[in-house]
């Protein structure tokens, strides 16, 4: 039997603990690995020619370097922090929150300071919906504006800025700019092209099986052209009004489904969820120039335009951003380091929990993603956190089992087994919640009765 070998097919994609990022194969060159969707609705690196074992796809793999778990400084280096939006005509209204991203990428290049920027834009082909799109035209930038919650994947990109003499800025999810950040230290052609890279904050992400059962629930079934997951439709929903809409091949558009309603429910208890995400402690992107969120605090909940945070790490971005500003293109006021935690605590919560959880627990994939210095860590494995996350992983691997039929002649089944989950979850935690009322209700009877005797005794 031949020697098995080492790469990230075997020591990150088989372990399940792939992100789909594509930084691998994008170094590593088509004559070698590939990115090819799988069944679940996730990217996934695949042999396309001999591995000679170089270990170059490892090495840049965020999921195969191990990196410190440090729960104490989630936000990394900081430069400063602004809450804001943009004010130019159009850009907030069609981003996700404020719009920064979008006005940060089209200020680098007006200004010069890049030739070219990765922004994931809609492909229009039913195959891949969404794609990184290398790019100096600044209406493809505005057009890509809008949070993607489904897969895409950098290799195309890489490939082209490999190919490319130019300045280049990129914008990802915390394990794709921790991937690139890898291969911009591995491969110097990169890391001389590679300007910026910015982060944006990352609860977790989802299978595109995510996108096809909301689109069914929202009446397009089968294949979709497109989907819009932030669509800022209910102005009285405030922050939070925006709901999914997806699109067929002929153009038709689905009903609109309300965030707050089955997509938050699905999103919180991490049905379609990626199983890295479970293992993922990076929040903020915190090797990126600077990181990107909503502004998820008590005086912008009612702003329905929606509103950003930006932390930046490089003075440049800093200086950009407060040009904006002076210059009006920006409303934005400084922030202070606790508002951004506490704007992003339940993220932190979940992901730093669940990390310091496993590790704590003694879970061995945890321990070979990070380094972990027990002492001085808060962290004990604590029964309802660890039910809880159980609950969530076994409910995203269900889900994503599950969804394994769209696509196929047998996409109807998938669909109604998915219906069958969520149903199921949905009734069972509402049948707990009754319980618990009623238990409290018999509780304070017995208190009451109790006192009663008491005084009468
Ligand atoms: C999967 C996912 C999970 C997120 N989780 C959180 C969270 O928990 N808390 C929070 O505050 N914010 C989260 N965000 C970030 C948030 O949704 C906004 O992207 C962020 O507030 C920036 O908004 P904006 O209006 O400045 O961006 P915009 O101006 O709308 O620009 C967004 C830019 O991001 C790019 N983009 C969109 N989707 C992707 C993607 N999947 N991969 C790479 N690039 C992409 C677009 O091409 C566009 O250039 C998440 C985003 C994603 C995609
Ligand atoms: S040849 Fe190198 S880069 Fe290619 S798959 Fe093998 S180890 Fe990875
Ligand atoms: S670099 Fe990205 S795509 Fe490649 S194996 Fe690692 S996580 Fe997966
Ligand atoms: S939680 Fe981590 S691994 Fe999952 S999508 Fe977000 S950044 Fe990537």
Request: glycine share 12%.
């Amino acid at each position: 039997m031949g020697k098995r070998q080492a790469n990230v097919i075997t020591e990150v994609a088989a372990r399940g603990l792939c992100c789909g990022c594509g930084v691998c194969a994008g170094v590593a060159g088509a004559g070698c690995l590939a990115m090819r969707m799988g069944r679940e609705g996730q990217y996934a690196p695949a042999q396309q020619g001999p591995c000679t074992e170089c270990g170059l796809c490892l090495g840049v793999c965020p999921f195969f370097v191990k990196k410190a778990f440090q729960p104490d400084d989630p936000l990394g280096p900081v430069t400063s922090i602004h809450v804001g939006w943009s004010a130019v005509p159009g850009e907030r209204e069609r981003a996700a929150s404020g719009g920064l991203v979008t006005r940060t990428l089209t200020a680098l290049l007006d200004r010069g300071d890049v030739d070219r920027v990765v922004v994931v834009g809609d492909t229009g082909d039913p195959e891949t919906w969404f794609a990184p799109m290398v790019t100096a035209d600044r209406e493809a930038v505005q057009a890509a504006a809008g949070s993607k919650y489904a897969p895409v994947e950098f290799s195309g990109a890489i490939g082209t800025i490999l190919a490319e003499e130019g300045r280049y800025a990129v914008v990802g999810l915390p394990c794709a700019t921790s991937g690139l950040r890898l291969a911009a230290r591995k491969v110097p052609v990169l890391g001389r092209r590679l300007r910026y890279l910015f982060g944006l904050v990352c609860g977790h992400n989802n299978t595109r099986q995510y996108t096809r059962f909301l689109a069914a629930k929202a009446g397009v079934s089968g294949p979709l052209r497109r989907a819009v997951y932030r669509l800022k439709s209910d102005r009285d929903g405030g922050a939070f009004g925006y709901g999914f809409q997806a699109e067929a091949p002929d153009g038709r558009l689905s009903s609109v489904v309300p965030f707050t309603g089955l997509p938050s429910f699905l999103w919180g208890r991490r049905f379609f969820a990626w199983n890295c995400c479970f293992y993922c402690a990076d929040v903020f992107g915190s090797e990126a120039d600077a990181s990107f969120m909503d502004a998820w605090l008590p005086e912008y909940y009612r702003v329905p335009a929606g509103t950003s945070i930006v932390v930046t790490r490089s003075a440049e971005i800093r200086e950009l951003l407060e040009q904006e500003i002076a210059e009006g293109r920006v409303v934005a006021e400084p922030l202070p380091r606790e508002a951004v935690l506490q704007a992003q605590a339940g993220a932190i919560w979940y992901k730093h929990r669940a990390v310091g959880t496993l590790l704590a627990d003694g879970n061995r994939t945890a321990h070979s993603l990070y380094e972990w210095a027990p002492a001085g860590q808060p962290w004990a494995p604590d029964r309802e956190t660890l039910r809880a996350f159980r609950q969530h992983r076994r409910y995203a691997a269900w889900s994503r089992r599950l969804g394994r039929g769209y696509g196929t002649p047998l996409g109807w089944l998938s669909h109604r087994a998915l219906e069958l989950l969520v149903g199921w979850v949905r009734f069972r935690e509402q049948t707990e919640r009754r319980l618990a009322a009623r238990l409290r209700w018999v509780w304070r009877g017995f208190q009451a009765l109790a006192r009663h005797l008491e005084k009468n005794q």
